[in-house]
């Protein structure tokens, strides 16, 4: 796992900005890929990838339960490009 500070940290360093900077920078871009995902829009960040909202299914005992008659859940997926999948030497 890569903490949030040390996140910031190494971008600060990298892009030689302060990190009070970074973290307004990191700030918005979570706000408006929120606002974009509750507006049912897919929210794309190049070399990253897709984020998406998707309804989750609920199982109960290993079955399906009908959408019909179960609430839905829902669930933010990041669907990663290939250039992060090979950066991150996954599996294209």
Do not use: H, N, W
Not at 23 to 43: D, M
Not at 74 to 79: A, S
């Amino acid at each position: 796992m890569l903490p949030y500070p040390t996140l910031i940290e190494q971008l600060a360093s990298r892009c030689k900005l302060p990190e009070k900077k970074v973290r307004a920078v990191i700030a918005v871009l979570i706000e408006k890929s929120a606002e974009g995902l509750k507006a049912g829009k897919i929210v794309r960040i190049a070399g990253l990838g897709s984020l998406r909202v998707r309804d989750r299914k609920l199982v109960a005992a290993g079955q399906s339960i009908p959408t019909a008659s179960a609430s839905k859940q829902k669930r933010v997926v990041l669907v990663a490009s290939k250039k992060f999948k090979a950066a991150a030497d996954i599996d294209p």
